[in-house]
């Protein structure tokens, strides 16, 4: 199994700029999640899905979208990048729907962005 | 959201005992409490995972007081590659968590 994967691994945009990270699991997970992580400021949690078709958001939303293509992946998009973007990026999956407060993350390696 | 407070760094040395608190005082019925590690450039990693009283796995302790309103993980004879950040999340909100230095 290779757990939780993510691309890319770096990118460097341009602002204004837009991308898409993507993130996949082949646990059978149900819920996933992205998070952003910036110096001294630890996890902070994005969006969510708690299970396939269904979306929310978490604590930082603005600036950014998702889509729960299927079970396995969970994509992040930023649609006009800005300079306070720049953070790692860090998608997680849990086995069940609706488990947030019980059940335990796996992450991915994390994306490193960069918005000039 | 839920909101935890542990302390923003501690150091110790090899060999050490490690304990490092976490104060969630407003912790859901339904919370269980969940202690994660990370290392720079790596995603966190789960460590141990507990609802009351004590858990014990190969790597760590849990102790969890009868109100649950603070936790501590036990890092027994600690080395230097325990040095890391580790993070006691409630749900989905992980906070800054503590920097765990190990010196020779």
């Known amino acids: 199994n290779a757990g939780v994967t993510q691309t890319p691994k770096f990118q460097v945009l341009k602002t204004g700029q837009s991308m898409t990270l993507q993130c996949a699991q082949d646990?059978?997970?149900?819920?996933m999640y992205w998070y952003r992580q910036d110096p001294g400021m630890g996890l902070r949690l994005i969006y969510y899905?708690?299970?396939?078709?269904?979306?929310d958001k978490g604590e930082v939303p603005n600036g950014y979208n998702v889509s729960r293509l299927n079970k396995r992946e969970f994509s992040l998009r930023l649609e006009s990048a800005a300079p306070s973007q720049t953070s790692v990026y860090f998608c997680?999956?849990?086995?069940?729907?609706?488990?947030?407060?019980?059940?335990?993350?796996?992450f991915g390696p994390g994306t490193r962005l960069t918005v000039l | 959201l839920a909101k935890t407070t542990q302390p923003i760094s501690m150091d110790s040395y090899e060999g050490q005992e490690v304990n490092i608190t976490c104060s969630h005082n407003?912790?859901?019925?339904?919370?269980?409490i969940t202690w994660y590690q990370q290392f720079p450039s790596q995603g966190p990693r789960f460590i141990i995972q507990?609802?009351?009283t004590k858990v014990t796995n190969e790597v760590a302790s849990l102790f969890i007081p009868a109100d649950r309103k603070s936790s501590t993980l036990s890092l027994p004879r600690v080395s230097l590659s325990d040095t890391a950040v580790y993070y006691c999340?409630?749900?989905?909100?992980f906070g800054k968590g503590t920097h765990l230095i190990i010196q020779p």
């Open positions: 507990g609802y009351k």
């Open positions: 646990m059978n997970h149900n819920s």
């Open positions: 997680a999956s849990s086995e069940r729907a609706g488990g947030l407060r019980t059940d335990t993350q796996y």
């Open positions: 999340p409630l749900g989905l909100t």
């Open positions: 899905s708690a299970s396939e078709g269904t979306t």
């Open positions: 407003n912790i859901a019925t339904n919370d269980y």
